[in-house]
DNA sequence: CAAATATACGCACGATCGTCTATATTGTTC
DNA sequence: GAACAATATAGACGATCGTGCGTATATTTG
């Protein structure tokens, strides 16, 4: 083993596909090679290990998902940027059991402590990331005024967590294509180079005959 | 014990918290202040106690997201119907960890085994109440002819995923709200009585001056 | 009433869990 | 070369896991 590296490099794998709860210190050692209380020793306890999982999983979305579309101007360019990279990822088979973090949000959100908050924080900061584009996108006059960023970041990052899912559960990537064309046509929809929004039906049915 | 009904109420709720494999038929046992052996029995195997929650897990969603919009007519109306009662149903706490099945869902989408696959085969069940609804829309006229029914029921699937995800990682409910609206808007945006899709910015910037 | 079935209990099994202690082997630094 | 921190090992601990077996009660069925 070359320490920490080594083992967080398999632990994501594993956690990925078995969560982080299902994480073992002892199945772990299995597939190193090496002894239970090696692993144990690294990290001190079990809910370390799940931590130091967590981080690295951080830093592999960071560098696969938004690393990529920091070449792209800040706002809508990165945003449409931050949409194909994460789609790209869901294909790439990064993590053997698809996105850590989604399946890590999904199982840790009713468990009380320190695992789950920092999963809560890694992701408030990917909402982050998308709502401080949108924002940056309307600063600069690609999207529109009336645009409300928080909803718009919701209904983005719906479509790639759904995307993992259809992929991950029904082994069928359709979703990841019907989450990159939907990705897609949110941002055109609300860009100010759009025309204004049509009336819709519910608002014209309410003008009557 | 009034044998397994009373078992799997429980069981429900705290496979919403823990998760389907946290699950444990000695925690149960504890919770129902029972002895161990006496749940096991009731069952056979972890695994049958697993499916039986995830069926009864399946008779509450029907309950309370299809049932409600049986009232309203298939198609157009039904899929609004769906759209408000899944939303009522995150709010209602219906669970006490949130959607049994999005988290069982993401939860067992790696590990192979029947339980996986029968989680699988409601969440098709439940595309396939979506597809269905938007296909028998699109025959009555109320939705348009260009319309893709999978990519739709993918995109408003999509919307209650996150809710419920915003609502039990992050505690906060305003992701409900963003998916009432976004699912809304959704069908309003391809109702047959709106006005044609407006040609988009991408295509209208490819035009040209 | 007798037979049968469902529900419950108590106890024990092997396995695995996270954790701990004591010790050996490194590689680096003074 | 000595001192030291990091990395590895072996072995054991109490707890809990899923799973069995034998048995007692309670309800239903004949």
């Known amino acids: 083993m070359r320490s ?11 956690a990925s596909r078995d969560g982080l709860e299902g994480l073992t210190i002892g199945a772990l050692a299995t597939e190193l090679e090496v002894h239970k209380s090696s692993v144990f020793a690294l990290f001190g306890s079990k809910e370390e290990l799940q931590l130091a999982t967590l981080a690295a999983a951080r830093a592999i979305l960071i560098d696969h998902v938004i ?35 989604c399946a890590a949000s999904m199982e840790m959100d009713g468990r009380p402590g320190p695992v789950r908050d920092a999963v809560a924080a890694v992701m408030r900061e990917w909402i982050g990331v998308l709502s401080s584009n949108i924002e940056a ?24 967590m759904a995307a993992n899912w259809q992929r991950q559960l029904l082994h069928d990537r359709a979703g990841i294509e019907h989450a990159r064309l939907a990705w897609r046509a949110e941002l055109d929809r609300h860009s100010a180079t759009s025309p204004p929004r049509t009336r819709t039906a519910r608002e014209v049915a309410k003008l009557g005959p």
């Open 67 to 101: 690393a990529p579309a920091l070449t792209s101007r800040e706002g809508l360019p990165r945003l449409s940027a931050i949409g194909e990279s994460w789609c790209d990822y869901f294909l790439s088979d990064v993590f053997a059991g698809g996105c850590f973090l």
């Open 137 to 160: 996108a309307m600063a600069a006059g690609d999207l529109r005024g009336d645009v409300l960023p928080a909803a718009m970041a919701f209904r983005l990052n719906a479509l790639g």
């Open 4 to 14: 920490r590296a080594a083992v967080l490099e398999r632990s994501v794998q594993m």
